[in-house]
């Protein structure tokens, strides 16, 4: 029996009402400026494109409008290092499926210091709510390799994912995939 894929969003549409500045970043950016609508593949899809051609703006806006932090995490995190963000989410629909995903997470390569940091941060503060590290794999991603903590990440969180990795050398990952070591 083939695979049957559901996914949790459709397609993005870009709303031009409100758009507050078609002359303002991140319209100013070609592909930005002319994207309307994108249908998304329910099992990947790739955003592909040169350098500054908007790949993370989008991925962001779509990260921002789906609820979570721009710097990455869970939706639960809420935490800024540096507001860098562009008005581009308030632009933007999200054509969701019919399933809805009970947990999700936005990781974004550049700035996934700041959310091991916070991990920790909110692990030291009791008020903070119980332990987050073991669902991380219960060793601080600090004291991981890059590709180390990224795979943690992926082995100990089963949930949706939008990855921003903008100059990050990634690979693939299916669920049944044997979980063998990363060498770096």
């Known amino acids: 029996m083939p695979l049957r894929y559901e996914t ?59 609820g979570f932090n721009p710097e990455g995490g869970s939706k639960s995190f809420s935490f800024s290092t540096r507001r860098s963000e ?46 987050i590290l073991p669902s991380y794999g219960g060793v601080s991603l600090h004291e991981r390799s890059h590709g180390e903590s990224f795979l943690a990440l992926v082995e100990n969180r089963s949930t949706p994912w939008l990855s921003e990795q903008d100059g990050q050398q990634g690979r693939r990952i299916d669920h049944h995939q044997r979980k063998a070591p990363i060498s770096s």
């Open 86 to 131: 562009s008005v581009l989410w308030r632009c933007l629909r999200l054509v969701r499926g019919v399933r809805r995903p009970s947990t999700g997470f936005f990781l974004r390569a550049e700035s996934f210091f700041n959310v091991a940091t916070e991990i920790e941060r909110l692990d030291e503060d009791p008020m903070a709510g119980p332990p």
């Open 8 to 66: 949790f969003l459709r397609s993005l549409e870009v709303l031009p009402e409100r758009i507050p500045d078609p002359k303002a970043f991140p319209f100013t950016i070609p592909a930005i400026r002319s994207f309307r609508s994108l249908d998304l593949d329910p099992r990947i899809t790739f955003f592909l494109g040169e350098n500054g051609s908007g790949k993370s703006t989008l991925i962001e806006a779509v990260a921002m409008a789906a």
